[in-house]
């Protein structure tokens, strides 16, 4: 069974709807390079799948070792270089709790830089990873 399937649906929009689930996500070019930038591009998803791969990586050891981690946000910023078009850098910043013992931080942050995305993305994207511990 595949993944997803997905169309375009012009005006350089795509809509993908996950096989499993029937959930459905929208892309937008942005606007420096031709769209309106209403939705994700396919780059912002990347970077966002980047995020997402190494919180949940991070959630299955926590749940492991009894540590709740509900509430942990973070942001993405996405830096994209030029000539060829491509995302250059992806930086990460996690905002978890100030409870975490230095030996659970350690775990968690190794954890999160060996997420499936993270080791699938070319290396010659830098991955910036901060982790701020804040109660």
């Known amino acids: 069974m595949s993944t997803a399937t997905a169309r375009y649906a012009g005006q350089l929009r795509t809509e993908a709807t996950h096989t499993a689930s029937g959930t459905t996500i929208h892309t937008d070019a942005p606007v420096d390079n031709h769209g309106r930038g209403e939705a994700f591009s396919p780059t912002d998803l990347v970077s966002a799948a980047l995020g997402s791969c190494m919180m949940t990586i991070m959630g299955i050891v926590a749940e492991r070792q009894g540590l709740d981690l ?6 993405v910023t996405k830096h994209m270089a030029a000539d060829p078009r491509r995302i250059s850098e992806i930086e990460v ?3 978890m709790p100030a409870a975490l013992s230095p030996k659970e ?5 190794n954890a999160a830089r060996t997420c499936p995305v993270a080791l699938s993305l070319n290396p010659e994207i830098r991955q910036s990873v901060q982790f701020s511990y804040e109660a």
């Open 93 to 95: 910043a996690f905002q």
């Open 70 to 75: 509900t509430g942990v946000t973070w942001s």
């Open 105 to 109: 931080r350690t775990t968690l942050e």
